[in-house]
């Protein structure tokens, strides 16, 4: 088994005098292949294990190749009760997305698959076993898929993110079953960025790759999460929007799962948290000795259309901008943030997003790229008090830099500041 792709290639245009300037033609001499964590601006990312004495967050970047496809993978893990289970998914889940053909397309894989829950697990995997074709026909039902009339037809839908996020997330979940030390647990979110159009002539590009953040493209973006680290899109406008939902007993729908099979199990501690069992979470990987009650790594899946707001009124319907687009808003999104609760625990999704745009807007695009801006995030959690492991990842889309000039927090945040400054402090 090859190991995925963690670098991205970039080529130049060739600008020399001898090609007229509405051509764009690749440099071939200059292909450049550099690391997604060490492209600054256009990836931050950064951690802290803040008072805590081992740091169990982890998280991966990295490009897929499916088929003739090539996906961007950014990846948010936020470990418990060990670094054992984070530390095997960064390593290997990009990996098992990549390689999860068989799956897809072999229905004695799959079910042999559910069949090692259903035997070696057993309890709530007998019912989902035993409920295997509709469980199945859900993943496979491609009318949940996007469909854009001038991209995206019937004949021409290659997207198998739906049944391959899920069917590859339960096959990693039982790999880490396999390992030596496989107690521990670990929650995730997981983006899935492919181009789908890209306008042709036009602006020369700054390279001749149609990735997803360059000028006149159109791009999906999949969401894939488990538990309560979190996605957020940021659109042009600067507002923030929450893109995953905690999968805590507290939610409707997972306690609607899990009381069918374990009723008794759902408590609420002395912080009058509602917990199940000692879980706060009712979706991870591993927790191997949770997994007979229900505790599954069976992902929700979030799809938009994200990209350059011309190209996207242009090439989409009206309908469609509504439908698929965040906020109808019809692309120019300015980034996606993946973060662990470290993080959310102590900021709204707002201030999250207010933090990066502000530092941007006061240092100028030069100094504050994705980079800086991730570490502003994590620094000011550890200012105002931050207890726990705090990761997060800024993942720069089309509308980075283009948002109005605003800060709908500040007031907060320096409340926040206030609070927690040690000269405020008695005693």
């Known amino acids: 088994m090859r190991n995925v792709s963690s670098t991205i290639t970039f080529t130049p245009i060739d600008r020399s005098a001898s090609i007229p300037m509405r051509f764009t033609r690749p440099n071939i001499h200059a292909r450049l292949r550099v690391p997604l964590l060490k492209s600054p601006s256009h990836l931050g990312h950064y951690t802290s294990r803040m008072n805590r004495m081992y740091n169990e967050d982890k998280y991966s970047a990295n490009v897929l190749n499916i088929g003739s496809r090539t996906?961007?993978?950014?990846?948010?893990?936020?470990?418990?009760?060990?670094?054992?289970?984070?530390?095997?998914?960064?390593?290997?889940?990009?990996?098992?997305?990549?390689?999860?053909?068989?799956?897809?397309?072999?229905?004695?894989?799959?079910?042999k698959l559910m069949q090692k829950y259903e035997r070696n697990i057993g309890g709530y995997w007998k019912r989902w076993f035993k409920h295997r074709e509709d469980n199945f026909a859900a993943m496979m039902n491609k009318d949940q898929n996007i469909k854009l009339s001038k991209i995206i037809d019937e004949d021409n839908d290659k997207d198998d993110?739906?049944?391959?996020?899920?069917?590859?997330?339960?096959?990693?979940?039982?790999?880490?079953?396999?390992?030596?030390?496989?107690?521990?647990?670990?929650?995730?979110?997981?983006?899935?960025?492919?181009?789908?159009?890209t306008e042709p002539g036009g602006e020369p590009k700054p390279v001749f790759e149609n990735y997803y953040f360059n000028r006149k493209t159109i791009s999906k973006l999949t969401i894939a999460h488990v538990g309560?680290?979190?996605?957020?899109?940021?659109?042009?406008?600067?507002?923030?929007?929450?893109?995953?939902?905690e999968h805590h007993p507290s939610n409707p729908m997972e306690a609607s799962r899990l009381r069918k099979y374990a009723a008794n199990m759902f408590m609420t501690d002395s912080f009058g948290e509602e917990r199940f069992i000692s879980l706060a979470n009712t979706r991870s990987f591993g927790d191997i000795n949770y997994k007979e009650i229900g505790v599954s790594s069976?992902?929700?899946?979030?799809q938009l259309i994200i990209g350059d707001i011309g190209t996207v009124n242009k090439m989409l319907t009206a309908?469609?901008?509504?439908d698929y687009t965040i906020n109808g808003l019809g692309g120019d999104e300015s980034f996606l943030v993946l973060c662990t609760d470290g993080i959310t625990?102590?900021?709204?999704?707002?201030?999250?997003?207010?933090?990066?745009?502000?530092?941007?807007?006061?240092?100028?695009?030069?100094?504050?790229?994705?980079?800086?801006?991730?570490?502003?995030?994590?620094?000011?959690?550890?200012y105002i008090g931050g207890d726990d492991n705090a990761t997060c990842l800024v993942?720069?889309?089309?509308?980075?830099?283009?948002?109005?000039?605003?800060?709908?927090?500040?007031?907060?945040?320096?409340?926040?500041?206030d609070d927690y400054n040690p000269r405020n402090r008695s005693g």
């Open 319 to 322: 309908e469609e901008i509504k």
């Open 71 to 111: 996906l961007f993978n950014f990846n948010i893990f936020d470990g418990h009760g060990g670094e054992q289970c984070s530390t095997f998914l960064s390593q290997e889940l990009s990996k098992q997305i990549e390689e999860g053909q068989e799956l897809i397309d072999n229905v004695e894989a799959r079910t």
């Open 345 to 382: 625990n102590f900021l709204t999704d707002q201030e999250i997003a207010d933090i990066i745009m502000v530092n941007f807007n006061m240092k100028g695009h030069q100094v504050a790229n994705p980079q800086l801006c991730a570490e502003e995030v994590i620094k000011f959690v550890e």
């Open 298 to 302: 069976e992902p929700d899946i979030i």
């Open 395 to 417: 993942i720069r889309l089309n509308g980075w830099g283009k948002w109005p000039v605003s800060d709908r927090t500040g007031e907060l945040r320096q409340s926040r500041m």
């Open 161 to 197: 993110l739906r049944i391959r996020l899920p069917l590859t997330f339960l096959n990693t979940d039982y790999e880490f079953f396999q390992q030596d030390d496989n107690q521990s647990g670990s929650t995730c979110t997981s983006a899935v960025i492919e181009t789908l159009y």
């Open 228 to 245: 309560d680290t979190k996605a957020i899109l940021v659109d042009k406008d600067g507002l923030a929007n929450a893109l995953t939902f």
